[in-house]
């Protein structure tokens, strides 16, 4: 066993043969980069210069008076390309140049990491494949197109259910075959070894901005720091830096969709127990025979059936707390957002906005909380209108 | 104790000088009485039988491995009734040697200690698990260890396993499963460039015979290696040949005879 390789007894290398070379030669390449001033320098300047970075943390005011706590927004949503997914596939593709590799392939659902991963590959001149499964291709058109625009190939996969845990299996299988010449940017927490630590070290911007940020507004430390989770990427860059600092309490939100009594969900920490997909160990949904579940929620980048190793190792340690959201609740809360704010989320990001309004109304008023405004809403108009509409979901 | 069924199998065939077979169908496709009827057609003829535990996210297997492990599950296939078949053909006194070809999580979900029991109670003989590389194999190793060389846990090496198959061959039992490609199964004959090179490395370390899967259809598909191999595997091909014949026992006697005695 790799111990470096698990939080706790979660994360691993559960990969095929073909592929654990691979795995060491990127463990080697990655730990070498984040150690060289050149490549962090780097890494910082297209964060600055071409993704916009820092990001604002915008103190919500209308919100905050409404709900009567302080309520500041990590802004990812300004991001280029319109979510922190960005952050993280600069740093990967980075490396993936370094490592001399000429091609990338990645996973996507809704779309917004394939979009930054095409988005990366058109920067650096790279080939481009992305996989996403059939139903999503259907329902995020528009994404699609996006990503075609830029030059990546879009695969539609028809294997299994059709949705992102199918394109996460067949990037897999894919990669196993080119990684000789092929990086596999990984979007989410989730994945073998580095993968989890990649993306978690290439996240972390956000707490690292966030932390200076607070301290300049408030002169302290926020008493709660939260973010939705799916696979988990832009809260553990949210949790990062506030990890070690225990008076800091740590919100995960999961999608409860229907409600997590349902059979209709995604909250793999509430409802889920440890297994391994995709290349680690951490809760999943599955059944009786330890097949995989299908995940549902009315946001497609929270559709997925497992959650990232450290999140499920900071559940268990009882560091990070793990509430469900359902797609009502988080629904409620865009509209809320849009309307007090002029800021529309992405449903994904709605999610903790809804869980920030129910906690804040335990908080008082000299208190205040960081929510990870982690996308924007601009990808989900369709789904937003078929909603109000009453039409139900597209999921 | 008696010994494992794969390992005096393997020795038979060394003593007398002959290669290997083995073909690949997953239990449960399209059900598992038709699976035990193919089992038996083979034997005496197939030196082992992998026997597929269908999963719902197969990252090892390719599209005609994928659907049909999708179908298995959608038929109503799972682990433990794959073991109530086990059941069966050793009561009905076969002496098949089999392996199970499975996923991790399916082995998690059922419990290592209870997963071993069960094997051992069957009589599974060997285990490919291709999500479980070398380095994670200590907990189902520790599981496994209780009866001995019951049910033992088969190794695989690719192409660019490189300085790692030294490692993994030292302690392998039973076999060791090289894959003639890089990636999944199924992929019609296109082995890595370096196949020779990296099977006569394989051979050279390994104390145990070395077995080649992957893309394989006939005799003549590894006729080109079969000086520095003990064996050959086919899975898909199999497959597509039994959906072809619709699953008739027969053809699975028929293949596995020519197979034989093109073999040698």
């Not at chain 1, 001149?125 to 139903?135: I, N, P, Q, R, S």
């Not at chain 2, 990252?59 to 086990?86: H, N, W």
């Amino acid at each position: 066993m790799n111990n470096k390789a698990y939080y706790g007894e979660y994360g691993g290398q559960y990969v095929s043969e073909s592929l654990m070379n691979t795995l060491n030669e990127v463990d080697k390449a990655f730990e070498e980069a984040i150690h060289d001033p050149e490549f962090i320098k780097q890494y910082h300047y297209y964060l600055k210069q071409y993704v916009g970075r820092e990001t604002p943390l915008y103190f919500a005011e209308r919100l905050s008076a409404k709900y009567g706590t302080k309520i500041y927004l990590k802004r990812e949503d300004l991001n280029h390309t319109g979510a922190h997914k960005i952050n993280n596939v600069l740093g990967q593709i980075l490396l993936a140049k370094r490592m001399g590799k000429t091609k990338v392939i990645a996973e996507t659902g809704a779309g917004q990491h394939g979009v930054a991963t095409a988005t990366g590959a058109a920067l650096f001149d790279m080939e481009c494949t992305v996989y996403m499964g059939a139903e999503d291709v259907k329902r995020q058109s528009l994404n699609v197109m996006r990503m075609e625009m830029l030059g990546a190939k879009v695969v539609s996969v028809t294997s299994g259910s059709n949705t992102l845990k199918d394109a996460t299996n067949e990037a897999i299988r894919t990669w196993a075959k080119t990684a000789e010449d092929t990086f596999y940017i990984i979007g989410s927490a989730i994945g073998p070894y580095p993968y989890p630590k990649m993306v978690k070290e290439f996240q972390a911007v956000i707490s690292r901005e966030a932390k200076i940020q607070h301290m300049e507004a408030e002169g302290r430390l926020p008493d709660v720091v939260m973010a939705c989770v799916g696979g988990g990427s832009n809260s553990i860059g949210m949790f990062a830096d506030f990890i070690d600092e225990p008076s800091v309490k740590l919100i995960g939100i999961e999608a409860a969709g229907k409600g997590v009594d349902t059979n209709e969900h995604a909250a793999s920490m509430a409802k889920g127990r440890p297994g391994v997909l995709h290349g680690t160990r951490s809760y999943l949904l599955q059944d009786d025979d330890g097949n995989i579940q299908l995940a549902h929620s009315i946001s497609a980048g929270l559709d997925y059936p497992g959650v990232g190793p450290e999140h499920a190792y900071l559940h268990d340690t009882g560091r990070a707390q793990y509430v469900p959201i359902t797609d009502y609740e988080a629904m409620d809360a865009l509209m809320e957002l849009t309307k007090l704010e002029g800021i529309i989320p992405a449903i994904e990001s709605a999610h903790a906005v809804a869980y920030a309004l129910k906690l804040a109304k335990e908080m008082d008023k000299d208190q205040s909380m960081i929510v990870c405004l982690s996308g924007r809403g601009d990808k989900d108009v369709n789904t937003i209108s078929d909603y109000l509409a009453g039409k139900g979901y597209l999921n | 104790m008696s010994e494992n069924r794969i390992q005096l199998q393997m020795k038979k065939l060394q003593d007398e000088g002959k290669k290997a077979f083995i073909t690949y169908i997953t239990a449960g496709l399209p059900d598992m009485g038709k699976t035990k009827e193919i089992i038996k057609a083979q034997e005496g003829i197939t030196d082992v039988i992998e026997l597929g535990i269908p999963f719902s996210d197969p990252t090892a297997d390719g599209p005609v491995i994928q659907q049909a492990s999708y179908e298995a599950i959608q038929a109503g296939a799972s682990l433990r009734k794959t073991f109530a078949l086990m059941e069966e053909l050793r009561a009905e006194g076969s002496d098949q040697p089999i392996v199970f070809m499975m996923y991790y999580n399916t082995i998690i979900n059922y419990g290592l200690k209870e997963f071993a029991d069960k094997c051992k109670a069957v009589g599974v003989d060997g285990l490919i698990v291709p999500d479980l590389p070398y380095e994670e194999q200590d907990a189902l190793k520790d599981a496994l260890a209780s009866y001995g060389d019951a049910t033992i846990l088969i190794q695989l090496v690719s192409p660019i396993s490189a300085e790692r198959i030294d490692t993994i061959t030292a302690d392998a039992k039973g076999f060791i499963y090289c894959v003639s490609a890089m990636g999944v199964t199924g992929q019609g004959g296109s082995y890595h460039k370096d196949v020779t090179e990296y099977l006569k490395h394989v051979k050279s370390v390994s104390k145990i015979p070395v077995m080649m899967g992957f893309g394989i259809r006939t005799a003549a598909d590894v006729a080109p290696m079969k000086d520095v191999i003990d064996g050959a595997i086919v899975g898909t091909h199999f497959i597509n040949l039994m959906r072809e014949a619709g699953f008739d026992p027969k053809a699975a006697t028929e293949y596995a005879d020519t197979f034989k005695k093109e073999f040698v």
